[in-house]
Nanobody, 123 residues
Framework: VQLQAFGGGLVQAGGSLRLSCAAS????????MGWFRQAPGKEREFVAA???????DYADSVKGRFTISRDNAKSTVYLQMNTLKPEDTAVYYC??????????????????WGQGTLVTVSS
């Protein structure tokens, strides 16, 4: 599976952005999809995930502000980010894990990773 993430940019605190991740190469609908992020000087962390059956999970830090969704017809997963905060500043990565057992936050479960897209939230 090849993944390409886009949609990052510079936004003021309180603003919104929508990230997209386009997949190609395998049957997208069979994969669990996740978003992770890595802030400067920090380890990569889980943000949100959606299973092949559209079960969703979120990190506590983004719950209520971010929404993950998928469009299997377009082989694309989205991350709608609202009420952005400066601490959301990071490179955001999408990732794909084969369907089956769904472990949304475990990075080693994800076999495929996109190149990352930078989100910068100014105060």
């Amino acid at each position: 599976v090849q993944l390409q993430a886009f949609g990052g940019g510079l936004v003021q605190a309180g603003g919104s952005l929508r990230l997209s991740c386009a997949a190609s190469g395998r049957t997208f609908s069979n994969y669990n999809m996740g978003w992770f992020r890595q802030a400067p000087g920090k380890e990569r962390e889980f943000v949100a995930a959606i299973s092949w059956s559209s079960v969703t999970d979120y990190a506590d830090s983004v719950k209520g502000r971010f929404t993950i969704s998928r469009d299997n017809a377009k082989s694309t997963v989205y991350l709608q980010m609202n009420t952005l905060k400066p601490e959301d500043t990071a490179v955001y990565y999408c990732a794909a894990a084969p369907g089956g057992r769904y472990s949304p936050s475990l990075q080693y479960k994800y076999n495929y990773w996109g190149q990352g897209t930078l989100v910068t939230v100014s105060s």
